[in-house]
Nanobody, 126 residues
């Protein structure tokens, strides 16, 4: 089993920055990919970004490309999401995710991830 604990959310003004963190524990050595999803009020949960845990390859949703950066520190079992130039439409609960499935490419679908963290609220004011 893998457990994920996300932190770093809060309130920020539009144009500002924020960094989310996610610590993995348990059988973290079995993780192949980690990432972030988000869910805004009244909307579907959507893919934000993901990373190959061993190799560092990344994938981003078009809506965050050029503004968000995903990275990982294997030694600390910690995933990060650096969010710059934040917009009010980035307001959502952000979920850290991980998968032990040895997929051939970075997954962007919810069903591909077998472990979810508790979520952290990010609010961007205009």
């Amino acid at each position: 089993q893998v457990q994920l604990v996300a932190s770093g959310g809060g309130l920020v003004q539009a144009g500002g920055s924020m960094r989310l963190s996610c610590v993995a524990s348990g059988r973290s050595f079995s993780i192949h990919y980690m990432g972030w999803f988000r869910q805004a009020p009244g909307k579907e949960r959507e893919f934000v970004a993901a990373i190959t845990w061993s190799g560092g390859s990344t994938s981003y949703a078009d809506s965050v490309k050029g503004r968000f950066t995903i990275s990982g520190d294997n030694a600390k079992n910690t995933l990060y999401l650096q969010m710059n130039s934040l917009k009010p439409e980035d307001t959502a609960v952000y979920y850290c995710v991980a998968t032990r499935f040895p997929l051939t490419q970075i997954p962007t679908m919810r069903v591909s991830y077998d472990t979810w963290g508790q979520g952290t609220q990010v609010t961007v004011s205009s």
